[in-house]
C-alpha cells in the first residue's frame, strides 16, 4: 500500500505537471500564430519559407534551431549584418518589432513548432526576459 | 474555316480580357547606368523618410524614433521629438517641409503613437520648428483612433499640392474588412488638410454625418508613396498590396479605390481574398505589381541632372532590394528598369531641391546619385 502511493501520487503530479504544460505550449503556440501573421508573414511567408538571398527561411532553418538565444535577441531588439542560413549568407535589417517578452515567448514557440520544426524546450516570458541585447 | 473564326474570335476575345494592363511584368536590368552611387549618410538602420533644408542640410527619420540632422557631413539627433509607439511596422515615418518653409518654419512628420483610451497605436501627423537643433511649438493636427496593437499598416507619406492643402496616408491598420471601405472610421484612407490641419470645408464628406471629415479618398490598403505629379499637380500614390497587387494610383477626391473589394493580390496563404479585380464605383490602378515588389517612396524626376530620365517615376522596393525606375506616357507604365541592384531595401527615394536623387537604404543610409 505505502508503495503504491509513493509511486502513485508522484506520476499523478509528474503527468498533471505534463499535462498541464503541454496545454500552456499548445495556447502559446496559438497565440504565436496571430503574432506571426500580424508581424512576420509579410517577410518570412506563411510556410516559413522567406525569399531566399533576401529574407531568411524559418522552417527548417539551421540558425533558428541551433542558435535559439541569438533569433529571441533578434526579435527582442532587431537584428542587423550578415548572418548564415542553411549555408546562404543573409545581410538585412529587422527591425525590432515592439513585442512584450510573452509575446516574443509565444510567436518562438509558434515557430519552433511549425514546418517541420521541433523543439524540446518551451520558451517562456521569462527567458526572453533575460536576454540582454548584447 | 467555321471554327477556326470561332477559334480566333475567341482568342482575341481572351486576349482583350487578359489585357487590363498593357505592359506586362517585364523588367530590364541595364548594363550601363548614367550615374553612380555615393553613400553620403552610413550606418542609419531604416532611414524612413527624408527632408531637405534650404541651408543644404537634410533631416532623416530614423523607424527607432530618432530624428537625426545632418549637417556639414557631420550627424546630430534633435531632440524633443515626440514620443513614438514603436510596434511592428510603426515607429517615427514621413517628414516633409511646408512650402513656404523658408518663412514660416513648418516641418511636418508623421509616425504611430499611444495616448487615448484603448492599448496601442495608431498614426498621428504633427507640426513642429526645429530650433537649436530642437523641436518646438510642436503640434498634433491629427490623430487617428481607435489604437490597436496590431502591427500592420500605418502608411505613412505627406505631401503638400499647389494650393497649398496637405496630404496624408493612413494603411487599414490590419483590420482589412472593417476600416478602409468604412468612411466613419480612420484606416485605409488619403487624408487632405490645411496646413495648420483645419478641414477644408470642400472635402468630399465633410457634410456626410459621422463620416471623418478629414478623408479624401479611401480603400486603400497601406500607401507608403504620396507625391504630387509636377506637370499636372495632381496626386500620385503607391500602396502595397497583400501578395501581389500593388498599385499606382492618381488619387481624386472621394474615390474609393477598392481595397479589400478588388485586388489583384492574394492573402499570404494562398487563399483568395475576392475573385474581383474590378468593379462599378471602384478606381482602377494605373499600374499594379504582380509579384509584389513592397513599394516605398516615390519621386518624380525633373530635374536637368538626369536628362534621360525626365518625368520618369522612381519608387523604391523593399522586398526586391533595388530601385525601379518607370517610364510613363500617357498615365501607363510603357517601361521598366531596375537599378541599384541588391543594394538592401529601398525605403525612401526624393529628388532634392538641388535636382540631384537620393535613395534612403535600410540598413546602410543616403545614397546620392551622381550623374556620368
Given at each position: 500500500m505505502?508503495?503504491?502511493?509513493l509511486?502513485?501520487?508522484?506520476s499523478?503530479?509528474?503527468?498533471?505537471?505534463?499535462?498541464?504544460?503541454?496545454?500552456?505550449?499548445?495556447?502559446?503556440?496559438?497565440?504565436?500564430?496571430?503574432?506571426?501573421?500580424?508581424?512576420?508573414?509579410?517577410?518570412?511567408?506563411?510556410?516559413?519559407?522567406?525569399?531566399?538571398?533576401?529574407?531568411?527561411?524559418?522552417?527548417?532553418?539551421?540558425?533558428l534551431?541551433?542558435?535559439?538565444?541569438?533569433?529571441?535577441?533578434?526579435?527582442?531588439?532587431?537584428?542587423?549584418?550578415?548572418?548564415?542560413?542553411?549555408?546562404?549568407?543573409?545581410?538585412?535589417?529587422?527591425?525590432?518589432?515592439?513585442?512584450?517578452?510573452?509575446?516574443?515567448?509565444?510567436?518562438?514557440?509558434?515557430?519552433?513548432?511549425?514546418?517541420?520544426?521541433?523543439s524540446?524546450?518551451?520558451?517562456?516570458?521569462?527567458?526572453?526576459?533575460?536576454?540582454?541585447?548584447e | 474555316?467555321?471554327?477556326?473564326?470561332?477559334?480566333?474570335?475567341?482568342?482575341?476575345?481572351?486576349?482583350?480580357?487578359?489585357?487590363?494592363?498593357?505592359?506586362?511584368?517585364?523588367?530590364?536590368?541595364?548594363?550601363?547606368?548614367?550615374f553612380?552611387?555615393?553613400?553620403?549618410?552610413?550606418?542609419l538602420?531604416?532611414?524612413?523618410?527624408?527632408?531637405?533644408?534650404?541651408?543644404?542640410s537634410?533631416?532623416i527619420?530614423?523607424?527607432?524614433?530618432?530624428?537625426?540632422?545632418?549637417?556639414d557631413?557631420?550627424?546630430?539627433?534633435?531632440?524633443?521629438?515626440?514620443a513614438?509607439?514603436?510596434?511592428?511596422?510603426?515607429?517615427?515615418l514621413?517628414?516633409?517641409?511646408?512650402?513656404?518653409?523658408?518663412?514660416?518654419g513648418?516641418?511636418?512628420?508623421?509616425?504611430?503613437?499611444?495616448?487615448?483610451?484603448?492599448?496601442?497605436g495608431?498614426?498621428?501627423?504633427?507640426?513642429?520648428?526645429?530650433?537649436?537643433?530642437?523641436l518646438?511649438?510642436?503640434?498634433?493636427?491629427?490623430?487617428?483612433?481607435?489604437?490597436?496593437t496590431?502591427?500592420?499598416?500605418?502608411?505613412?507619406?505627406?505631401?503638400?499640392?499647389?494650393?497649398?492643402?496637405?496630404?496624408?496616408?493612413?494603411?487599414?491598420?490590419?483590420?482589412r474588412?472593417?476600416?478602409?471601405?468604412?468612411?466613419?472610421?480612420d484606416g485605409?484612407k488619403?487624408?487632405?488638410?490645411?496646413?495648420?490641419?483645419s478641414?477644408?470645408?470642400?472635402?468630399?464628406f465633410?457634410?456626410?454625418?459621422?463620416?471623418?471629415?478629414?478623408?479624401?479618398?479611401?480603400?486603400?490598403r497601406?500607401?507608403?508613396?504620396?507625391?504630387?505629379?509636377?506637370?499636372?499637380?495632381?496626386?500620385?500614390?503607391?500602396?502595397?498590396?497583400?501578395?501581389?497587387?500593388?498599385?499606382?494610383?492618381?488619387?481624386?477626391?472621394?474615390?474609393?479605390?477598392?481595397?479589400p473589394?478588388?485586388?489583384?493580390?492574394i492573402?499570404?496563404?494562398?487563399?483568395?481574398?475576392?475573385?474581383?479585380?474590378?468593379?462599378?464605383?471602384?478606381?482602377?490602378?494605373?499600374?499594379?505589381?504582380?509579384?509584389?515588389?513592397?513599394p516605398?517612396?516615390?519621386?518624380?524626376?525633373?530635374?536637368?541632372?538626369?536628362?534621360?530620365?525626365?518625368?520618369?517615376?522612381?519608387?523604391?522596393?523593399?522586398?526586391?532590394?533595388?530601385?525601379e525606375?518607370?517610364?510613363l506616357k500617357?498615365?501607363?507604365?510603357?517601361k521598366?528598369?531596375?537599378l541599384?541592384?541588391?543594394i538592401?531595401r529601398?525605403?525612401?527615394?526624393?529628388?532634392a531641391?538641388?535636382g540631384?536623387?537620393?535613395?534612403a537604404?535600410?540598413g546602410?543610409?543616403?545614397?546620392?546619385?551622381i550623374?556620368?
Amino acid at each position: 500500500m505505502k508503495l503504491f502511493f509513493l509511486t502513485y501520487i508522484p506520476s499523478v503530479v509528474f503527468l498533471s505537471i505534463f499535462i498541464f504544460q503541454d496545454k500552456e505550449l499548445e495556447e502559446s503556440i496559438k497565440r504565436g500564430a496571430d503574432i506571426y501573421t500580424d508581424f512576420c508573414v509579410n517577410c518570412h511567408m506563411s510556410k516559413g519559407e522567406g525569399v531566399t538571398n533576401t529574407f531568411p527561411p524559418l522552417a527548417n532553418s539551421d540558425y533558428l534551431l541551433k542558435k535559439r538565444e541569438e533569433s529571441i535577441r533578434g526579435i527582442k531588439y532587431g537584428q542587423q549584418g550578415p548572418i548564415v542560413v542553411n549555408g546562404i549568407n543573409y545581410n538585412g535589417t529587422m527591425a525590432p518589432m515592439g513585442l512584450a517578452d510573452e509575446e516574443i515567448a509565444d510567436v518562438m514557440n509558434y515557430i519552433l513548432h511549425s514546418w517541420g520544426n521541433k523543439s524540446d524546450k518551451t520558451v517562456t516570458p521569462e527567458e526572453v526576459a533575460a536576454i540582454s541585447k548584447e | 474555316m467555321k471554327y477556326s473564326i470561332l477559334l480566333l474570335s475567341f482568342t482575341l476575345l481572351t486576349m482583350n480580357l487578359s489585357c487590363a494592363q498593357s505592359t506586362d511584368n517585364k523588367i530590364d536590368t541595364p548594363t550601363e547606368v548614367p550615374f553612380s552611387t555615393e553613400l553620403i549618410i552610413d550606418e542609419l538602420q531604416i532611414p524612413w523618410g527624408m527632408a531637405f533644408l534650404p541651408d543644404d542640410s537634410m533631416l532623416i527619420t530614423e523607424k527607432s524614433g530618432e530624428l537625426i540632422h545632418f549637417k556639414d557631413g557631420k550627424k546630430s539627433t534633435v531632440s524633443n521629438v515626440p514620443a513614438v509607439y514603436v510596434r511592428g511596422q510603426g515607429g517615427l515615418l514621413d517628414i516633409a517641409l511646408h512650402p513656404d518653409y523658408k518663412n514660416n518654419g513648418w516641418i511636418y512628420m508623421s509616425f504611430s503613437s499611444e495616448g487615448g483610451a484603448e492599448k496601442g497605436g495608431n498614426t498621428t501627423l504633427v507640426r513642429a520648428k526645429l530650433d537649436n537643433n530642437s523641436l518646438t511649438n510642436s503640434e498634433v493636427l491629427y490623430k487617428a483612433t481607435p489604437n490597436t496593437t496590431k502591427g500592420q499598416h500605418f502608411g505613412s507619406r505627406i505631401v503638400f499640392d499647389n494650393e497649398g492643402y496637405l496630404y496624408f496616408s493612413i494603411g487599414d491598420r490590419g483590420d482589412r474588412d472593417i476600416n478602409p471601405q468604412d468612411i466613419s472610421r480612420d484606416g485605409g484612407k488619403i487624408y487632405r488638410l490645411h496646413d495648420d490641419g483645419s478641414i477644408p470645408e470642400d472635402n468630399p464628406f465633410v457634410s456626410q454625418e459621422g463620416a471623418k471629415k478629414a478623408i479624401f479618398s479611401y480603400g486603400h490598403r497601406n500607401p507608403q508613396g504620396l507625391i504630387k505629379n509636377p506637370v499636372t499637380g495632381t496626386i500620385w500614390e503607391h500602396e502595397h498590396g497583400p501578395q501581389g497587387g500593388d498599385e499606382i494610383n492618381i488619387i481624386e477626391k472621394g474615390k474609393n479605390y477598392g481595397w479589400p473589394l478588388v485586388t489583384y493580390g492574394i492573402n499570404y496563404s494562398g487563399t483568395s481574398i475576392t475573385d474581383s479585380t474590378e468593379m462599378k464605383g471602384t478606381e482602377q490602378p494605373i499600374y499594379y505589381w504582380v509579384p509584389s515588389i513592397a513599394p516605398s517612396g516615390m519621386t518624380f524626376v525633373t530635374s536637368d541632372k538626369y536628362p534621360d530620365w525626365k518625368n520618369n517615376l522612381l519608387i523604391g522596393s523593399l522586398k526586391f532590394q533595388y530601385l525601379e525606375r518607370l517610364v510613363l506616357k500617357d498615365n501607363k507604365v510603357v517601361k521598366r528598369e531596375k537599378l541599384m541592384t541588391d543594394i538592401g531595401r529601398v525605403r525612401d527615394v526624393r529628388q532634392a531641391p538641388n535636382g540631384y536623387i537620393y535613395v534612403a537604404v535600410e540598413g546602410k543610409g543616403i545614397y546620392k546619385l551622381i550623374p556620368n
